[in-house]
């Protein structure tokens, strides 16, 4: 039996076909995929990395995982340009792995630095809380200039403007805030520092005064009065033992000794009360006079004289008093130790004539005060 | 007859696949794109960045689909997913900048009236702290309230200058609301202490 051409025209190109379709289907099955699943993953990772801001507090991996997700895209972009049977994706699955890697560090690795930037973030404000502990505690007395005061208070309202950030979550702006407040802060304790550790060279002279004037108390069984000036206050020692305390005024520049009349200074030395003044014999309701000038201050001031650091004809001033009138909450004496008159009133009936009276810069050292 | 029939067959056979081979959605991906960009540039990924990271997630997820069925048999591809994902980082985009617009707006509204809250906190202040009792700690805690009063309309100062130069407005409330509540701590710290003085002397008489 013999065919048509037609018909075997159509065997043929029916054989051609099948065939053709058979090596596509074998190709295609055989063909490289591409890692899809992989992308989805990677994509996940990425998402959940900016969501925990990843990029933010661990950037160098989240931009490693972006830029080896996107070369990866692009990668697979033109192995699509290739015929299909031609394609590989090797280099495609290779990125998308080295991006899912990085976005998994990124994950990681910015949940540890964010917390550990909140932790540091505290321990820092604490540390600059307590400076600003110190300003309100201990510096509040001291005659600072008003753009010292200025930056602590700037300082005070970054810290604040911090928190207000860190509360929100946005640790960064926190950082940047706290940092302008140790900026504010540091250059009025630079001020501060300078200014207490000059006035501090005389610890050691104020410690053996202090130590004299207690074991004096204890071995004579008596009163004695130590006006500590860096805190205000007025201690009241009997028998070598506290017993009382007050807050205390002094002149406008308490900070360091008194050299001359006028200065508003208050002397600082071992000194005694050598009259007492009822109410009526005194300008400020009652008054004990010490010994100032002593001989210490005598000394002082001729050399002070001979070294042309006051002029010859200052005097060396005297009149120097605890006495009443105080509690305005300001350094407004002309020199004296000024007390509350309910406090003058106490104290004048406790302490008699020849009382020691030691008038130091501070009891404890300038480390131990600002700690 | 039948030779022109088979000539048909076979050309109507040769559209009809070369009609079924999908397009590439290149022109959606572009502006896609581009809604991303526009959305950045309103400030989304700062003022909302929920909103804003869904519309990127979105975009990625779109491209990766597209080359998913750039890499299949070109009588198999099928972008129709793809184009909707597509279409929803277009809708998602458009919605974060929407909503970026409306809370800058609501912030500067909450700004506005922070920095007029914070003038009349600071003249109430200023007048509180003439009339505050120096006590024992007197004169040198007032000085620094005083203090606190000036840095506190410093920072109001600079939030109105922001507010008229249209500076960040996130950045500016960030600014004026802390100012805000130490106004606030110091017209009660202030207020008590008179009332407490007042308190005291009626006491007396």
Redesign the interface.
């Known amino acids: 039996m013999k065919l048509g051409w037609k018909k075997r025209l159509i065997i043929i190109l029916g054989i051609l076909i099948s065939v053709t379709v058979m090596v596509?289907a074998v190709l295609?099955l055989a063909m490289d995929?591409?890692p899809?699943a992989e992308?989805?993953t990677c994509?996940g990772l990425?998402?959940k990395a900016?969501?925990a801001n990843a990029d933010v507090y661990a950037p160098e991996y989240y931009q490693a995982a972006e830029k080896k997700?996107q070369a990866a895209?692009l990668e697979?972009?033109i192995?699509?340009e290739n015929v299909?049977f031609l394609?590989d994706f090797t280099k495609v699955k290779a990125l998308i792995l080295s991006a899912i890697i990085k976005a998994q560090e990124a994950n990681v690795s910015g949940g540890a630095n964010r917390n550990s930037l909140k932790m540091n973030y505290l321990k820092e404000v604490e540390l600059l809380k307590s400076k600003l502990d110190n300003y309100?505690d201990v510096f509040?007395?001291l005659p600072l200039k008003?753009s010292v005061?200025?930056n602590?208070?700037?300082g005070?309202?970054s810290l604040?403007?911090g928190?207000?950030?860190f509360n929100k979550g946005?640790i960064m702006?926190a950082s940047k805030?706290l940092n302008d407040g140790k900026v504010k802060i540091s250059v009025a304790d630079k001020e501060v520092n300078a200014l207490l550790k000059d006035y501090f060279n005389n610890f050691s002279k104020w410690q053996n005064w202090f130590n004299t004037t207690v074991k004096q108390s204890a071995l004579n069984k008596n009163h004695a009065i130590i006006v500590e000036k860096i805190k205000h206050k007025a201690y009241l020692y009997y028998n070598g033992k506290l017993s009382k305390e007050y807050?205390v005024e002094f002149g406008r520049n308490w900070i360091g000794d008194k050299h001359y009349a006028g200065d508003k200074a208050t002397p600082e030395g071992m000194y005694k009360v050598i009259k007492k003044k009822s109410s009526g014999d005194s300008k400020y309701y009652k008054a004990m006079l010490i010994n100032y000038p002593n001989d210490e201050d005598l000394a002082l001031f001729n050399m002070n004289k001979r070294q042309g650091t006051i002029s010859k004809n200052t005097r060396i001033g005297g009149l120097i008093e605890i006495h009443g009138e105080g509690?305005?909450?300001?350094d407004w004496t002309s020199g004296c130790v000024a007390l509350?008159n309910s406090e003058i009133d106490e104290l004048f009936s406790m302490v008699a004539v020849g009382t020691p009276v030691t008038i130091i810069g501070s009891r404890i050292s300038l480390a131990e005060l600002l700690n | 007859m039948k030779k022109g029939l088979l000539k048909l067959v076979a050309f109507s056979f040769l559209v009809v696949t070369l009609a079924s081979c999908a397009k590439a959605p290149v022109a959606e991906i572009e502006a896609a794109k581009a809604s991303i960009e526009a959305a950045k540039t309103a400030g989304a990924d700062r003022y909302v960045?929920?909103s804003f990271?869904a519309a990127?997630?979105a975009l990625?997820?779109a491209?990766?689909a597209v080359?998913?069925q750039?890499?299949k048999?070109a009588l198999f591809r099928n972008y129709d997913a793809a184009k909707t994902t597509l279409a929803s980082v277009a809708t998602l985009s458009t919605k974060a900048v929407e909503e970026t617009t409306a809370k800058k707006a609501a912030l500067k509204a909450e700004v506005t009236q922070a920095v007029t809250d914070l003038t009349t906190l600071i003249t109430d202040n200023k007048a509180l702290l003439a009339k505050a009792p120096?006590?024992?700690?007197?004169?040198?805690?007032?000085?620094?309230i005083g203090?606190?009063i000036?840095?506190?309309e410093?920072?109001n100062t600079e939030v109105t200058a922001g507010l008229a130069n249209n500076e960040d407005i996130l950045t500016l409330s960030?600014?004026i609301?802390?100012?805000v509540?130490?106004a606030k701590a110091i017209n009660t710290e202030l207020t008590d202490v008179i009332a407490k003085v007042k308190g005291g002397k009626k006491a007396k008489k």
């Open positions: 596509y295609i995929k591409p899809m992308f989805t994509q990425l998402g900016k969501r997700y895209l697979w972009k192995q699509n299909f394609r309100h509040i007395h008003v005061r200025k602590y208070e700037f005070k309202l604040e403007q928190l207000n950030a946005d702006l805030r807050d509690g305005k909450g300001d509350t | 960045p929920e990271n990127s997630e990625k997820s491209e990766a080359a998913e750039d890499s048999f120096k006590g024992k700690e007197g004169k040198a805690a007032l000085e620094a203090q606190e000036a840095v506190v410093t920072v960030g600014k609301k802390p100012a509540e130490k």
